[in-house]
């Protein structure tokens, strides 16, 4: 079992940068895919950004690439998004989310409880 925890979400200006950070006890995250993904209100969730186990390998959804950066540090079993001029439309619940295998696919094993990210224009 993996519980994951996510922190760093917050409110910020348009333009402003946050980092969130997925903690995950249980297990360690090596031989798991991990990703973010976000829930704004009255919309589907959608991927933003994921990586591989090893963390050689990343992808990004179109709207967040060249702003975010995902990354992912084995010894402290963490996971983080880095979030550069960020948006008013980047507004939404942010999830990490961890998968067992080469992708976090569309139905992750685990998933963390989620961290609000307002961005103010």
């Known amino acids: 079992q993996v519980q994951l925890v996510e922190s760093g979400g917050g409110l910020v200006q348009a333009g402003g940068s946050l980092r969130l950070s997925c903690a995950a006890s249980?297990?360690?995250?090596?031989?798991?895919?991990m990703g973010w993904f976000r829930q704004a209100p009255g919309k589907e969730r959608e991927l933003v950004a994921t990586?591989?186990?090893?963390?050689?390998?990343?992808t990004y959804a179109d709207s967040v690439k060249g702003r975010f950066t995902i990354s992912r540090d084995s010894a402290k079993n963490t996971v983080y998004l880095q979030m550069n001029s960020l948006k008013p439309e980047d507004t939404a619940v942010y999830y990490c989310a961890a998968n067992y295998g080469t992708t976090i696919g569309s139905r992750p094993n685990y998933w963390g409880q989620g961290t609000q990210v307002t961005v103010s224009s």
């Open positions: 990586i591989s186990w090893g963390g050689g390998y990343t």
């Open positions: 249980g297990r360690t995250l090596s031989n798991y895919a």
